[in-house]
């Protein structure tokens, strides 16, 4: 994805992915979880993480995480626009865009409100949530609240691989892993082109960017999307 996001610890984070694990040992998604593998798991990688998740965790219990609303907003200030305030132009990133979380999830009321106090502060970038966090009834309010402002797009994911995409009433239309590309569009979802579509010589494009794709940011999407499995 060609823009900046905000990681924590897989599984640790994850607190319906562990209510998932324990409820289906065989067919859980997170078995597999990207995000507890390859780079996740170098030692600088690792501590990076941990330290992050220590500090959001202590601004939630010490100040009802103001100063992880304030740090967050002033790197994404920082990272986005220019001392005018005006969007900056970056090579490699879309200023348009955040994604919270390619590893860990909205844990916890607290750190979801946290998380719209950041948002409501940036209404022209357009943020990215994906979220199992739907499994847990007391998450429900405080996700549909952040889901409710326009630059929010909040998709709730699968649990479990070759099932559709759970369709949460106040979320977007959420998200599922298939591991065939016939079978997730027999079932309506739009397969991403990053996990199957290959250039003149056979090579996975296996970028957002590569295939102009920004589908998972757009509000009021309609139609669930599906990653294959890999």
């Given amino acids: 994805m060609p823009c900046v996001g905000f990681n924590i610890p897989a599984l640790k984070s994850c607190p319906?992915?562990?209510?998932?694990?324990k409820k289906f040992p065989e067919d859980s998604i997170c078995l597999e979880c990207y995000a507890l593998k390859g780079f996740y798991?170098?030692?600088n990688v690792a501590k990076a993480l941990q330290d992050r998740f220590d500090f959001v965790l202590k601004s939630l219990r010490e100040d009802n995480g103001d100063k992880f609303v304030k740090e967050i907003s002033r790197q994404i200030e920082k990272k986005y626009f220019?001392?005018?305030?005006?969007?900056?132009?970056?090579?490699?990133?879309?200023?348009?865009?955040f994604r919270g979380h390619d590893s860990g999830d909205l844990f916890s009321p607290k750190y979801i409100k946290a998380w719209k106090r950041v948002c409501e502060k940036f209404p022209t970038i357009r943020f990215w949530f994906p979220t199992r966090e739907y499994f847990r009834a007391s998450q429900l309010?405080?996700?549909?609240?952040?889901?409710?402002?326009?630059?929010?797009?909040l998709k709730p994911s699968a649990l479990i691989k070759d099932v559709k995409a759970p369709s949460?009433?106040?979320?977007?239309?959420?998200?599922?892993?298939?591991?065939?590309?016939?079978?997730?569009e027999k079932d309506g979802?739009?397969?991403?082109?990053a996990t199957y579509v290959?250039?003149?010589?056979?090579?996975?494009?296996?970028?957002?960017k590569g295939n102009r794709c920004k589908l998972?940011?757009?509000?009021?999407?309609?139609?669930?999307?599906?990653?294959?499995?890999?």
């Fill in 189 to 193: 979802h739009f397969v991403c082109p």
């Fill in 41 to 43: 798991l170098f030692k």
């Fill in 216 to 230: 998972c940011f757009i509000k009021g999407c309609k139609k669930p999307i599906a990653y294959l499995a890999h």
């Fill in 168 to 184: 949460i009433n106040g979320l977007d239309a959420g998200t599922a892993v298939y591991t065939s590309k016939e079978k997730a």
């Fill in 16 to 21: 319906s992915a562990r209510l998932a694990l």
């Fill in 82 to 97: 220019d001392k005018h305030g005006n969007k900056k132009k970056l090579k490699n990133i879309d200023t348009s865009l």
């Fill in 141 to 153: 309010d405080a996700l549909k609240d952040l889901a409710s402002l326009d630059n929010v797009c």
């Fill in 198 to 208: 290959k250039d003149e010589k056979g090579k996975a494009i296996a970028t957002c």
